[in-house]
């Protein structure tokens, strides 16, 4: 087994310090739960470019702790490996040279279990910095911490399925697979929105990011939204009338994208015989009708609104339009797809991510941070289109109505769907 | 000389063919005027991908007349040549297959004069459709062909200067070169404009592209503007800042710009000794300190306006500041330079497309046109940012509060700068 | 017209002088028959990376006599403009800076007529310099200097296809086209040549390449040659029996360019409706069985002949073969198509350039030559293939035995084809 | 432990096979004592696309006795896993579809312990075979596969060692590394070799591949061939005399090599202060002047050549010269370099692969085998350069006179150097 259990956590007296500590380390065991199916081969290869390994994740989000937290808030915090640095670093210009991303598969050693020692001390290192109290700034930088390490650990799901999804033998990640969906999943409804001046944005309390803010007025106009994501069987139905081969349908990138690629379904699906089916985190499925459609660019996202006489939201008409809408179900893993539709319904919350029809730019007033964490979120405010809502893989806490996420608009590898708007 | 003096125009009863005649014509003429100091060789050779030849840009816009208005318009029309469309269309899906863009370059045949004479015959029958009343349609398909053509003429110019720039010898396109500029341009002031709900898009009459419709309200916060474009003189100071050396200036696709291309200043600039030049339409000159920076791409203007301490206006705030901005002066061969400040000042209409922070996007509402012409605008509505305001190369009517061009954010061939923003 | 009449030579003294002077006017003269028919569009454009625009072919065949003859042999010579040397050196590193082989196509400046008047400055300076007594070495480099230009003429023809068949428009570069051929070159011969120790290599009087020498000994074993070279008949047989569907029959390398490059017949072949035309410079014309197959790569020649069951020979084959073959007909306008083979012959010189089984290496005991002209050929000793005969638009005296072209093995603009050997 | 040790082979009663068995199962035990210092991580990665991971080796060299010995000459033999014919078929086009190269180390499944158990499945059957006489044919088979494997031997060692030069922690392979050597080697002298016409080629008992024969006569000049390998430390004169940076030096693709990949060293060289070092197996180590050099291209081996006033040997030259040198020593971990030049001395096998002057071509008379064995060499005879002697991690067996080792000009990262000769 390629991943030792977690030692449990030692107590601590400070109620609000128990709380966060104990999701931080919910958190960091989390991490090893996700790799712990994965051999040490399967945590070590980089499945293409836009994806990391699995042992690369691990590494790095205990770098961003180390660096970030330890080194500047533990008192004689000795450093595990100080060649780390460089090969965990991400994208922070301000914390030093970085191996190439592309280059990130090629690291085989460290090994996975040396990577796990690193995790181990890091771990313990933190504990030591619960048993005292906090030094200014150290707090807002552990629930930096925690979300940072819970968006990776979606990315680690996904770049399992690249790599899953370019072998041959069509491996399952896990076993404890979804029931079949029933064939159907109703037909749905348009739920009319109010427009006029709305506030968008983060408010109050709780942790969010920086590009959530700040919060700020919008104005819209009345519209529509459905009650569901578009579906594998309306996607089918797209395909069949010709959706791939009919240009004027597209955008002139995604055209481009089409022919360029080749696409001709959403990504991971392929023909058994007759049957289209779905490499998924369970292996290879029958694609099912009632689920929604998942791993679409926005490119196919925005062309299928087209055909369907509908268009997609901007982000703020999907943040308003979802205030009020159920919590999601917790992360589980015998529920890594999205699920049904039912009744017509399908939930805005953890079952796809949303393409909208807004590019990922700053709100009013927005300042990035001071510091390495300036670089998180700002610099990437450019050719990339927000989505909303949260996937059946989302880790909790990671979906609320002013949560911004965002992808390339050719990108397909994240667990990525659609709702329709319209106009009043 | 390649390219024949064009023939005058002949007279025509009705008062309002007449005008909309003698603008069609006095644009047909000026696509001539501008090909004029161009060799036969000038005219056939494709700079880049982005650019295209002049031979090309004058048998475009001809087979666009002929392929929208005298094809279904005029009775018995005689097209010149069939195999003309398959040349000559840029990227009308619906109006059939056509010559790959990036191969433009290859058509050494037809040759120039034959493009002429082409030119010839569509405008002989563009004279007879105005020797009858029009069927109805027919107007506002000419007011596109005009406009149309007029857009392609400031690609000729750009898409000259992108050939003479790469030529060693760095010919001059024109020499009726404007005098150097005073060495500086002013200070500049900061101009505030009041937000709250301001009404942007096109309006009332005139020619507008479908891209400035519907009209529509936006709520603005309150906000500056600044009373004069970027100058050579300080984007020599980004420069030596180290601005090109700083990432934590530049978005991140940006600053993988900055390294793919190995990019130090904008593009034209050139050291020669110890002093910065510009390649231009009149050859190779001195940089000058009070004119407007051209040639930069957004994401040199983004970061330049993180550096300066401000930000790019976005496409609205834009607008509004340019409500009554005085209208630019005529086109003129003497004048393809962006004027220089004056006493701080200088004018948001004829100096330098301006960079926004706007994405291209669709208006609420937009819808597509009809037919071929749906493909005009509406399918390049991703990935590209928008740029207002207009050139010193820019053609007259195409400078109005509602234009809206776009470009990506790496491009630089056109006359592209920026003018700062910040918040009240 | 774009090219003005060559102007007359004048009378020179001595004899041996005239008849060198009579040979250099007379290349000179032909290069400017072989332009033309272009426009100066035509003359302008590079086909692609492997090509060169015929201007650029005028000005660097005249750069060379500049360079190499006139600056150091012609007391008070005018350099006609000293920007050309960075024009229009090919790859001379001795010889300083020079625009990159891919942007020839870029150089509208100097214009066709620009180019003209360089040569024509040149040319008159060439018979000054036949106005007296030579120095020491010019004899030698004049004669470098036609066969350089000669060569440069074949390329110029090659080049001109590449660009017209890239035309939708399928251009003809002359009209005075060879009538089709009869339907059958006939069967055809095996031709027994004993082996043993064979001198090869260049030996003796005449003009002969640096690679062509040392003559030297080679062994071969006794082996046969066929008594024509392969015909487009036979090449279809190659085509219907699957010949580009069949990877055993490939090089490995030639199987990737089949693949890679999507080969399915030689270059420059299409179907039209259900009949294969090939485009020449006579335009587009149905193939023709009888005619040697031509604008195949060495993988094709030599897929074909393991598909035929027999071989390529080697280039010492080919020579001791080509002993006592006739001398080819001189270079015409007329017949820019190689011969239909007649009662099974043809002839080993003025078809098509043969691939031979030999890559391009240096002779025993070969030396560079001191100064640029080693640049000549040496260098280029490596990854390429030998290929031996001439084609129907080689030049006059550029096929001899000993002669020695080469390319590399996926290249196909040139004239090239093959005669199949065996052992014996 | 990723590789449990190897099962003791069972006795058998005949005497050639016992012999042929033993051979067989050291080699197949070898395999895995080369793979027993890696993780499974290390086991999994693709360097580059040239290199191949060791788990692919390890599961390629098995599949290749299944498909090839047990699946025709086993009676009811049960395949292991019959989607493993997809995954490590190489390149055999008549054994079906295969994994794309580059993509090898995609395939994190099969697991490397899955593949230990699939080398166990093959070898336990391969021991069955051996216990019955065997069918025509599997004799030369299983020396086949001998050889095969042990030419992937090398590869192992040599893709680990790119895997490990990728990593900035600069891994060492081994520990029991070499001491450093003496820091001169001797100065070294030129052995002369008499001409005429000698027998090249595999004649007589012993294994040997195809490419080797037909024996058959060449005919030689006088020459003279240097009694060492180039040693690094005249590559490092060769470096300060500036050779990298003198176009004069090199082939033309050679130097587009240099300039286009940035050589300024062999591969794996790399400067630590003011010391050059090179990654080995044993880690990064200081360059010793006295070994010979290693991993240069057949560019640099050339340009190397032309300044040392030298040049490189012909295949035939080097085997004429080779006959009676002595028989390397065996392979050891311990020396996985190779060894130092003393008095002046290295012997022409067992230290570095050289470069010959031969283009690899068939011999006279060659004739691919049939069947799929026929695509192991023959399809290669392109495009590459042949070497000669073996390497200090070359497997015993795989150093004689006749064998040709044959890689691409330009690739480096094999254990390859030169050794000079010249005309008498
Ligand atoms: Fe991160
Ligand atoms: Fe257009
Ligand atoms: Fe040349
Ligand atoms: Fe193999």
């Not at 065991?29 to 691990?58: C, F, G, N, Y």
């Not at 504990?127 to 005292?132: G, H, I, K, N, Q």
């Not at 390490?149 to 404890?176: G, V």
Request: hydrophobic share 40%; net charge negative.
């Amino acid at each position: 087994m390629p991943l030792d259990d977690y030692p449990p956590l030692t107590a601590a007296s400070d109620r609000q310090q128990l709380k966060l500590s104990e999701r931080l380390f919910a958190t960091r065991r989390l991490s090893l739960d996700i790799a712990r199916p994965l051999s040490p081969e399967d945590q070590t290869v980089q499945a293409m470019d836009d994806a990391s390994p699995t042992k690369w994740h691990l590494a790095h989000t205990t770098w961003f702790f180390e660096e970030l937290l330890l080194k500047p808030f533990l008192p004689a915090y000795r450093i595990f490996d100080d060649r780390f640095a460089y090969c965990f670093n991400s994208y922070y210009n301000s914390l030093g040279e970085r191996h190439p991303r592309p280059k990130r598969g090629l690291l085989t050693r460290p090994r996975a279990d040396e990577v796990i020692a690193y995790r181990a001390h890091v771990d313990e290192n933190l504990r030591r910095l619960f048993e005292a109290p906090f030094q200014e700034g150290a707090r807002s930088l552990i629930e930096v911490g925690i979300n940072h390490e819970q968006q990776h650990q979606e990315l680690m799901l996904t770049d399992i399925l690249a790599l899953f999804a370019a072998n041959p033998l069509r491996p399952a990640y896990r076993t404890e697979a979804p029931e079949p969906a029933a064939l159907e999943g109703g037909a749905g409804e348009w739920r009319a929105v109010k427009g006029g001046i709305h506030e968008v944005g983060h408010r109050g309390g709780g942790f969010a990011y920086d590009n959530e803010s700040p919060a700020h007025e919008v104005l819209l106009r009345d519209f529509r939204i459905f009650s569901r994501a578009v579906t594998n069987g309306e996607w089918l139905a797209f395909m069949e009338a010709g959706g791939y081969q009919t240009p004027s349908l597209w955008l002139a990138d995604g055209w481009g994208a089409v022919e360029g690629e080749g696409w001709r379904a959403p990504l991971y699906w392929e023909r058994v015989g007759d049957v289209w089916h779905q490499m998924t985190l369970y292996g290879l499925r029958p694609v099912e009708a009632a689920r929604p459609v998942t791993h679409v660019s926005y490119y196919e996202a925005e062309a299928f609104a087209r055909w369907a006489g509908g268009r997609l939201p901007t982000e703020f008409e999907w943040e308003i339009a979802s205030l009020g809408e159920p919590q999601p179900a917790p992360f589980d893993f015998a529920r890594l797809l999205p699920s049904p539709a039912e009744d017509g319904v399908s939930p805005m919350f953890g079952g796809v991510w949303e393409w909208t029809a807004s590019t990922y730019l700053p709100y009013p007033g927005f300042k990035s941070l001071e510091g390495p964490l300036g670089e998180y979120n700002g610099k990437f405010m450019c050719n990339q289109m927000v989505l909303r809502g949260g996937a059946a893989l989302t880790p909790d806490g990671h979906m609320r109505p002013s949560y911004r996420n965002f992808f390339y608009p050719h990108q397909r590898w994240q667990m990525t769907g659609l709702r329709l708007a319209s106009d009043a």
